[in-house]
Nanobody, 115 residues
Framework: QVQIVESGGGLVQPGGSLRLSCATSGIHFSDYNMAWYRQAPGKQREFVAVIGSGGAFKYRDSVRDRFSISRDNANNTVYLQMNRLKPDDTAVYYC?????????WGQGTQVTVSS
């Protein structure tokens, strides 16, 4: 049984930081590309960052110099370090595990950036 579980969201003031975690089980983690997406109220889900099985990474332009994605293959977990947060970063953040035709999603974790 595949489980994708995000954690670490919360309420933070503009300029603050949060670290999201995505713990997985039931997959051969090191074979999967791991990505973060987000969905703000009334908007479509959008790509945030991805780290490939080989460690290559990519970010959406608006977060490139503020967010950092990393993975721990020993603990089957991917992280998203978010710095200098802005109100526009407010969204539900989802973790995705993908390999070939397989794709699994977590339930999401809410991030709210507000003073």
């Amino acid at each position: 049984q595949v489980q994708i579980v995000e954690s670490g969201g919360g309420l933070v003031q503009p300029g603050g930081s949060l670290r999201l975690s995505c713990a997985t089980s039931g997959i051969h983690f090191s074979d999967y590309n791991m990505a973060w997406y987000r969905q703000a109220p009334g908007k479509q889900r959008e790509f945030v960052a991805v780290i490939g099985s080989g460690g290559a990474f990519k970010y959406r332009d608006s977060v490139r110099d503020r967010f950092s994605i990393s993975r721990d293959n020993a603990n089957n977990t991917v992280y998203l370090q978010m710095n200098r947060l802005k109100p526009d970063d407010t969204a539900v953040y989802y973790c995705n595990a993908a390999a070939g035709a397989l794709s699994y999603w977590g339930q999401g974790t809410q991030v709210t950036v507000s003073s």
